[in-house]
T-cell receptor
Framework: DQQVKQNSPSLSVQEGRISILNCDYT??????FLWYKKYPAEGPTFLIS?????DKNEDGRFTVFLNKSAKHLSLHIVPSQPGDSAVYFC?????????????FGKGTKLSVIP | DTGVSQNPRHKITKRGQNVTFRCDPISEHNRLYWYRQTLGQGPEFLTYFQNEAQLEKSRLLSDRFSAERPKGSFSTLEIQRTEQGDSAMYLCASSSLGRSYNEQFFGPGTRLTVL
């Protein structure tokens, strides 16, 4: 039973346009959400996060939106750049469990076309 | 470089052999996590340490797996009697309360291939 789902395995976007990556979760206990970016042969790199008490967090070109009622979050990248081409993982955690272990989705491969 | 480091980066072994991986976390981080990632999947939690204490293990961590963090600094993950199903990328991450335990910083991983 996958608790964090990224239903789009891949996404192609033109350089300069907006990239929107989506993520759904089923566990209502999750209270903190993160996006990681991964290049081949490297570990995941932390990108941006959001607490469940917020519905939006912005950092430069990256914005994460959280819709708790729909159990849905999205990552917006504006404008998209070729260097953004990577696999993006959505992750969630439940801080009340103590371990802060991350539960990941399967990832979405973003290709930004010059 | 003050990031998380892992060694070796690649390991090829024959079924039935034992292997050991090492992780050096960011120096001021007191929490250390091990994850496993197989092809087409996201990383899956295996276990974590707070300082030298191993506080939680996933059901994915069979009896053939053991992890240690003897002095609360580096950690090792050993797999005994490897099986082909153990082939995966083994990722280590660290975090600290100061930045929020939620934000974990990952190393480059050790890719294990069991023949």
């Amino acid at each position: 039973d996958q608790q964090v789902k990224q239903n789009s395995p891949s996404l192609s976007v033109q350089e300069g346009r907006i990239s929107i990556l989506n993520c759904d979760y089923t566990n209502s206990m999750f209270d903190y959400f993160l996006w990681y970016k991964k290049y081949p042969a490297e570990g995941p790199t932390f990108l941006i996060s959001i607490s469940s008490i917020k519905d939006k967090n912005e950092d430069g070109r990256f914005t994460v939106f959280l819709n708790k009622s729909a159990k849905h979050l999205s990552l917006h990248i504006v404008p998209s750049q070729p260097g953004d081409s990577a696999v993006y993982f959505c992750a969630a955690t439940y801080s009340g469990a103590g371990s802060y272990q991350l539960t990941f989705g399967k990832g979405t491969k973003l290709s930004v076309i010059p | 470089d003050t990031g998380v480091s892992q060694n070796p980066r690649h390991k090829i072994t024959k079924r039935g052999q034992n292997v050991t991986f090492r992780c050096d976390p960011i120096s001021e981080h007191n929490r250390l996590y091990w994850y496993r990632q197989t092809l087409g999947q996201g990383p899956e939690f295996l276990t974590y340490f707070q300082n030298e204490a191993q506080l939680e293990k996933s059901r994915l961590l069979s009896d053939r797996f053991s992890a240690e963090r003897p002095k609360g600094s580096f950690s090792t993950l050993e797999i005994q009697r490897t099986e082909q199903g153990d082939s995966a990328m083994y990722l280590c991450a660290s975090s600290s309360l100061g930045r929020s335990y939620n934000e974990q910083f990952f190393g480059p991983g050790t890719r294990l291939t069991v023949l």
